[in-house]
Each structure stands twice: as C-alpha cells, then as structure tokens.
Nanobody
Framework: QVQLVESGGGSVQAGGSLRLSCVAS????????MGWFRQAPGKEREGVAA????????YYADSVKGRFTISQDNAKNTLYLQMNSLKPEDTAMYYC???????????????????WGQGTQVTVNS
C-alpha cells in the first residue's frame, strides 16, 4: 500500500518561498508518476508539476513555470516542490499523489492518480 505524507506548507508573504516535501512509502517501482496538485476553495483541482519516480523529466502547469521546481531524492523516498516568487493566487491546499503508469507523466490525468496524501496548506499573503 502506497502512503504519502506531505509537509512544509505555511503562510508566507507574496514573493516569498516555501518547499513542500512528500515522503512516500510502500513502493519502489519506477513505474509511478509522482505529481503535485493543488485546490483552492471553490476551484477545481489543478495539476502543478509531475515527474516519474527515478526519472529526470519534469512537467509544470503554465501558471507555475519558472517559479516552481519539482525534484526527488530516491534514497529518502521523498518528492519536493520548491516554490519561489509566490503569489496570492498560489494559495491552496497542496497534495502529493502517485499514479502507476507507463505513459509519459505529462499525459497522466489527475483521475489516474490512485494514491494521495492528506495535503498541506499554502497561504500567500499580499
């Protein structure tokens, strides 16, 4: 059973930075896409970034390109999301998720992510 636990959220001023972490357990396969998603109150869930476990190719939503960086430390089974130049519109609950898929992760929709963490809140104040 795959388990994901996020941490690192908080409240920050616009222009600031945060780094989210997601510790994964229960799997070691490189067949998983790992993604960060977010959902703000009253809005639909949005894919933020994704990469394959053990891979190097990364994918980003246009809204975060150039500001956010997804990375991983396989030795620690941890996925990261470095968020810089934060904007008030980045305020949301952020979730880590895993999908078992052999396709390029950019093609894997949120509906195919089977495993989700509990989320960590990010609040950006203007």
């Amino acid at each position: 059973q795959v388990q994901l636990v996020e941490s690192g959220g908080g409240s920050v001023q616009a222009g600031g930075s945060l780094r989210l972490s997601c510790v994964a357990s229960g799997y070691t396969s490189s067949s998983y896409c790992m993604g960060w998603f977010r959902q703000a109150p009253g809005k639909e869930r949005e894919g933020v970034a994704a990469m394959r476990r053990g891979g190097s190719s990364t994918y980003y939503a246009d809204s975060v390109k150039g500001r956010f960086t997804i990375s991983q430390d396989n030795a620690k089974n941890t996925l990261y999301l470095q968020m810089n130049s934060l904007k008030p519109e980045d305020t949301a609950m952020y979730y880590c998720a895993a999908a078992l898929s052999g396709r390029p992760c950019i093609w894997v929709p949120a509906s195919e992510y089977r495993y989700w963490g509990q989320g960590t809140q990010v609040t950006v104040n203007s």
